[in-house]
């Protein structure tokens, strides 16, 4: 992946015709910012490891995986939110002080045990996509850092094809996972948008939601089993698929981030490969419209694998990078529709029943297959839009049905006014569902502002304002983006300080050092502590 951008530099392309003409109407005039600097310009500080340091972490992983090399550490110096990519246009960064790369379970015991003695934090990396600052190289109150790169820690270790579950290891990326197990007739089902470079271990630490979720679940409904290191133990959990002996503790794992321990192994419920595809555009008067039908949908269990409503906005800008001006100009929603598997028929007539009656009509398949083309795709355009000067990010929230309505305006009225009030600037915000439940759904917006100045400082005060109107209205401070450090101090508004103190006391049992990932979900004081 781009050091200073997202995925393969090979496929970084222009910012089409279509949206260049859109933004002056939208945004008004924006500075092009100077150009980023190149990675062997870029100014690091000195490791902070000492000789006998890496003696060590040469004896638990390997003298060849342990790396202090300057590109090495750019590149495990955070993940790929629209902050991190600011800060990697700055000729001075902050690193971690070296690259580790176990190959085995019992490595990664090794490197902590070693870590706790030595008084150095610990990042644990998978594929490097996170954009909530969960791998920021934070030392806390530790003397060193090291990025436990996990990518090394990759392969299908077991099929059981007839319970329908496998064993992955942690460092296992999408593309990798869905090839080794269509080689022997089954699928896991899970496409995120960061799907090409996010890793299964990943997917479990962060309680990833993939796009299609409507048909097979979240990423934590997929894990049946884990495997874990933590610096005071080692653990192996999920033996049966229901038990009542005691509280489930693989979920005290999944959306931990590292801070409790590093997750080596995961099993997961998979399914046989999809024989048939089907898949089915439309139109529809509104967004609030589509999201009644939507609810409709949810709640009669009409089962399509992915259904995503676009609001006007979304569906404008989509329609315009298609060529589509006349589409464009008719304004109204969109929603795209994919069903796999058994019975399509019978789940595409009701589904469509409930479309039908909301307003929608059917445009096809045409636009539905170029989602579906290009679903992976979004952040090259986001890199785009940055490198013309136009700030471009994305959050994203949950609410119940009842509140979603309420929850949008509050997020996009805090939007506009902040970047107005903070930078004087106009803001453009796209908003669309694309997770549905019985009782809820979520809310993904993707902003643009044309902000000359500092960009990343205003959006720390924008971003903080929509953080407590989320809250405030009732939605979720992550559904499926996680906490990492930008939302931790939100956290116990959620969950409550008797939930910070729970998770607090679990972090002091299982790494009482605090070397995990210091300051990830749990909010550290001034003092390096977490509680």
């Known amino acids: 992946m781009r050091w200073n951008g997202w995925g393969?530099?090979?496929?970084?392309?222009?910012?089409?015709?279509?949206?260049?003409?859109?933004?002056?109407?939208?945004?008004?005039?924006?500075?092009?910012?100077?150009?980023?600097?190149?990675?062997?310009?870029?100014?690091?500080?000195?490791?902070?490891?000492?000789?006998?340091?890496?003696?060590?972490?040469?004896?638990?992983?390997?003298?060849?995986?342990?790396?202090?090399?300057?590109?090495?550490?750019?590149?495990?110096?955070?993940g790929r939110s629209t902050p991190d990519l600011l800060r990697r246009r700055a000729a001075e960064q902050r690193v971690p002080d070296a690259v580790l790369r176990p190959g085995t379970h019992d490595e990664v015991t090794a490197v902590l045990t070693a870590a706790a003695e030595l008084d150095v934090a610990v990042i644990p990396f998978g594929?490097?996509?996170?954009?909530?600052?969960?791998?920021?190289?934070?030392?806390?109150?530790?003397?060193?850092?090291?990025?436990?790169?996990?990518?090394?820690?990759?392969?299908?270790?077991?099929?059981?094809?007839?319970?329908?579950?496998?064993?992955?290891?942690?460092?296992?990326?999408?593309?990798?996972?869905?090839?080794?197990?269509?080689?022997?007739?089954?699928?896991?089902?899970?496409?995120?948008?960061?799907?090409?470079?996010?890793?299964?271990?990943?997917?479990?630490?962060?309680?990833?939601?993939?796009?299609?979720?409507?048909?097979?679940?979240?990423?934590?409904?997929?894990v049946t089993g884990i495997r874990v290191a933590t610096p005071t133990g080692d653990l192996e959990l999920g033996r049966s698929p229901g038990s009542a002996a005691g509280p489930d503790l693989i979920r005290?794992?999944?959306?931990?981030?590292?801070?409790?321990?590093?997750?080596?192994?995961?099993?997961?419920?998979?399914?046989?490969?999809?024989?048939?595809?089907?898949?089915?555009?439309?139109?529809?008067?509104?967004?609030?419209?589509?999201?009644?039908?939507?609810?409709h949908v949810a709640q009669s269990a009409t089962g399509p694998t992915v259904i995503r409503l676009s609001d006007e906005a979304?569906?404008?800008?989509?329609?315009?990078?298609?060529?589509?001006?006349?589409?464009?100009?008719?304004?109204?929603?969109?929603?795209?529709?994919?069903?796999?598997?058994?019975?399509?028929?019978h789940r595409r007539a009701r589904t469509a029943e409930i479309l039908r009656a909301a307003g929608g009509s059917s445009s096809g398949e045409t636009d539905a297959e170029a989602w579906l083309d290009g679903r992976f795709d979004g952040p090259y355009l986001r890199d785009s839009l940055l490198d013309a000067g136009v700030f471009c990010e994305t959050l994203e929230t949950a609410t119940v049905w009842a509140g979603l309505s309420g929850l949008r305006d509050a997020v996009t009225s805090v939007i506009k006014d902040g970047f107005a009030a903070e930078a004087g600037a106009k803001s453009f915000v796209m908003c669309h569902i694309s997770h549905i439940y019985p009782t809820g759904a979520s809310l993904y917006f993707t902003i643009l502002a044309g902000v000359r100045g500092d960009q990343l400082a205003v959006w720390e005060k924008v971003k903080s304002a929509v953080n407590d109107a989320i809250l405030a209205a009732g939605g979720t401070i992550s559904h499926h983006h996680a906490i990492g450090r930008d939302h931790a101090p939100w956290l116990a508004q959620e969950i409550g300080e008797t939930g910070v103190r729970i998770l607090s006391a679990i972090k002091r049992e299982l790494d009482p050092r605090g070397i995990l990932n210091p300051g990830a979900v749990i909010a550290m004081d001034r003092a390096g502590r977490t509680d």
């Open 127 to 222: 594929g490097g996509t996170s954009v909530v600052g969960a791998l920021d190289p934070d030392r806390g109150a530790h003397r060193a850092v090291v990025s436990l790169d996990l990518r090394r820690l990759s392969g299908l270790i077991n099929l059981d094809p007839v319970s329908g579950d496998a064993v992955l290891a942690a460092g296992t990326t999408g593309p990798e996972a869905e090839g080794l197990l269509s080689a022997h007739g089954f699928e896991l089902g899970h496409y995120p948008q960061s799907f090409r470079y996010a890793t299964i271990g990943g997917f479990a630490a962060a309680r990833s939601s993939g796009q299609n979720s409507a048909g097979y679940g979240r990423f934590d409904t997929m």
């Open 314 to 345: 979304e569906t404008a800008v989509s329609l315009a990078q298609l060529g589509k001006i006349g589409k464009v100009l008719a304004k109204g929603a969109s929603i795209v529709t994919v069903y796999e598997g058994d019975d399509i028929a």
């Open 8 to 78: 393969d530099p090979a496929q970084a392309t222009d910012l089409p015709l279509a949206v260049r003409t859109l933004l002056p109407l939208l945004l008004g005039r924006t500075r092009r910012p100077a150009d980023a600097v190149e990675l062997a310009d870029v100014t690091v500080a000195p490791s902070a490891l000492t000789a006998h340091d890496l003696d060590v972490f040469g004896r638990a992983v390997g003298f060849a995986q342990v790396d202090v090399t300057h590109e090495a550490r750019i590149r495990h110096a955070g």
């Open 252 to 295: 005290v794992f999944l959306g931990s981030e590292g801070i409790f321990g590093v997750i080596t192994e995961v099993r997961v419920r998979v399914h046989p490969l999809p024989q048939q595809r089907i898949l089915e555009s439309w139109s529809i008067p509104d967004f609030a419209t589509g999201a009644e039908a939507l609810r």
